[in-house]
């Protein structure tokens, strides 16, 4: 599209939010439906094998990782939410349902799109026991929970500090 590399520009992410600001809509609408789709085909194939959940799970995270890390770009990847959410998919719709609707519900309270993507991932390990699923699939949640709160951490602090954007605010 022409656009400068995320990487160098803006927050130096490549994820969705970064390319918004850098790029629109449009590109980030293609960013985000790419890393869902990192998470969500690597799962779907896995399944189409036949594979159990250990090997579901375990394709799952290495999905994640490969976002997070990705050796083409020097380790420096995403923050991993769209990848995550795509990973929920293929291992439960309504892990993810659930995690998409704890984020709606904490994005129209707080208006802070970091904290309902955080809040919906922490709980998606719980919605995947509550579900009744596979206990492989809460065990490769929980780390991917830590990893996402790890990159997530300058959000974190700006969540603190009462300075993180808020959905639909214009920057000055």
């Not at 449009?26 to 250990?54: H, M, N, S, W």
Request: proline share 5%; aromatic share 8%.
């Amino acid at each position: 599209m022409g656009l400068p590399d995320p990487r160098a520009e803006g927050s130096r992410n490549p994820g969705a939010t970064n390319v918004l600001r850098i790029g629109g809509r449009k590109a980030a609408a293609i960013t985000l439906a790419g890393d869902f789709l990192k998470g969500l085909i690597p799962v779907l194939v896995a399944r189409a094998f036949g594979q159990g959940p250990e090997v579901l799970a375990a394709t799952a995270f290495a999905a994640f990782l490969g976002h997070l890390y990705p050796v083409f770009f020097g380790f420096q990847g995403g923050k991993g939410v769209a990848t995550a959410l795509g990973v929920m998919v293929g291992l439960s719709w309504q892990v993810a349902l659930a995690a998409l609707a704890t984020w709606l519900v904490i994005a129209r309270v707080w208006k802070i799109s970091s904290l309902a993507a955080l809040g919906a991932a922490t709980l998606s390990p719980l919605y995947a026991l509550l579900f009744g699923l596979p206990g492989a699939y809460a065990l490769a949640l929980l780390p991917m929970v830590a990893l996402l709160l790890w990159r997530h951490r300058e959000n974190i602090g700006k969540i603190r500090a009462g300075t993180e954007s808020r959905i639909g605010e214009k920057k000055s």
